[in-house]
C-alpha cells in the first residue's frame, strides 16, 4: 500500500462499524480496494449475510477509495448515496469485496464494488457516490 493509502486504512477509529463486523482492508491502489469480512456475526435471522452487512462493507471500501481521492485533493469525503442489488445468500465463511472508481471528479467520488463468496460467486452488487467537501464544512 501506498504512504498515503496506509493512512488511511491505520488511522481508522477503533469502536468502528467497520471493526465490529469484522472487515479487514487488504489492500488499497489507485485502482481497487479491497477488503474481506467474515459472515459468522453478521447473518440476519435465517442464518444468511445481511443485507446490510454487505452494505456496510461496500460503504467501508467505497468510503476508503473516496478518502483517499480527496484526501490528495486536500478534501474529505462523504457519502451521499449507495444502493445495493443481493445476488445470492452466503451462509458461511468469508466475503470479499472489491472496490473499482467509476468517477474521480473535483465534488464526487464513485465506487462499483463487487462483493464476492469464497467460490468467487457474486453475492452482492453495489455502487457509492462520496461529495468531496472542504474539512471546514463539517466544522474540522
Do not use: W
Not at 95 to 115: K, M
Amino acid at each position: 500500500m501506498s504512504e498515503i493509502s496506509r493512512d488511511i486504512t491505520d488511522n481508522l477509529p477503533v469502536g468502528t462499524l467497520g471493526e465490529k463486523m469484522g472487515i479487514r482492508i487488504t489492500e488499497v491502489s489507485d485502482d481497487r480496494i479491497v477488503a474481506t469480512m467474515p459472515v459468522d456475526g453478521n447473518q440476519q435471522p435465517y442464518g444468511l449475510l445481511h443485507g446490510g452487512a454487505s452494505v456496510v462493507l461496500a460503504e467501508t471500501l467505497g468510503s476508503i477509495g473516496s478518502a483517499k481521492h480527496a484526501m490528495a485533493l486536500g478534501k474529505l469525503a462523504v457519502g451521499v448515496d449507495i444502493n445495493a442489488t443481493h445476488h445470492r445468500s452466503a451462509t458461511s465463511g468469508v466475503v470479499t469485496g472489491v472496490a473499482r472508481p467509476v468517477h474521480l471528479g473535483r465534488s464526487t467520488a464513485s465506487f462499483d464494488v463487487v462483493i464476492s463468496d469464497e467460490n468467487g460467486k457474486r453475492v452482492c452488487t453495489s455502487r457509492i457516490t462520496c461529495a468531496l467537501i472542504e474539512a471546514q464544512q463539517l466544522g474540522r
